[in-house]
Antibody
Framework: EVQLVQSGAEVKKPGDSLRISCAGS????????IAWVRQMPGKGLEWIGI????????RYSPSFQGHVTMSADTSTNTAHLQWNSLKASDTAIYFC????????????WGQGTLVSVSS | DIQMTQSPSTLSASVGDRVTITCRAS??????LAWYQQKPGKAPKLLIY???SLDSGVPSRFSGSGSGTEFTLTISSLQPDDFATYYC??????????FGGGTKVEIK
């Protein structure tokens, strides 16, 4: 069974750094792109970007390029999303999801990680 | 980027109603469109991909149609479990992936 399990909720202050994780199991983790999606409070879904764990190739949405960093570790089958300096506007739920082979729709999703940034 | 416009943003309906949600792309995306259902506090769930392909385990009352720039998601007979928010997503390979703004289906 394909599973994506994300790390727990985080409460941070502006300027803090943060890395959240997404652990994949039940499939060949290195062979499927992982997507990250943001959902701000009460709002819709926003595509952050994708990473291919097999070679760490990344593709960022222009809106998020330079603001977050995606990485992946095939030794632990875990993908990460990282911020160097959080802002209050980063407050959101962040989902990881497995990208379908050959297409970019998302069949398997993590449960989401709530990131709260407040002074 | 390709903009996805969903309508309506909110829809009030009763159990048993036929419901249609529309998604328009700002440029052609062929059939590279997916539909998701999201309930409060949960991750989205894939319903339809490639505009009209029903994902495994999704009830047959859900159907998708369209190509090019105009797409629809239809629920043939709304069930209590279907009250949720629905999103379209375009995944044309030559443009960043984008989602529609969402349609909330409420109880009338």
């Amino acid at each position: 069974e394909v599973q994506l399990v994300q790390s727990g909720a985080e409460v941070k202050k502006p300027g803090d750094s943060l890395r959240i994780s997404c652990a994949g199991s039940g499939y060949s983790f290195a062979s499927y792109w992982i997507a990250w999606v943001r959902q701000m409070p009460g709002k819709g879904l926003e595509w952050i970007g994708i990473i291919y764990p097999g070679d760490s190739n990344t593709r960022y949405s222009p809106s998020f390029q330079g603001h977050v960093t995606m990485s992946a570790d095939t030794s632990t089958n875990t993908a990460h999303l990282q911020w160097n300096s959080l802002k209050a506007s980063d407050t959101a739920i962040y989902f990881c999801a497995r990208v379908a082979r050959g297409d970019y729709f998302l069949r398997y999703w993590g449960q989401g990680t709530l990131v709260s940034v407040s002074s | 980027d390709i903009q996805m416009t969903q309508s309506p943003s909110t829809l009030s309906a009763s159990v048993g109603d036929r419901v249609t949600i529309t998604c328009r792309a700002s440029q052609t995306i062929n059939s590279w469109l997916a539909w998701y259902q999201q309930k409060p506090g949960k991750a989205p769930k894939l319903l339809i991909y490639k505009a009209s392909s029903l994902d495994s385990g999704v009830p047959s009352r859900f159907s998708g149609s369209g190509s090019g720039t105009e797409f629809t998601l239809t629920i043939s007979s709304l069930q209590p479990d279907d009250f949720a928010t629905y999103y379209c997503q375009q995944y044309n390979s030559y443009s960043p992936v984008t989602f529609g703004g969402g349609t909330k289906v409420e109880i009338k």
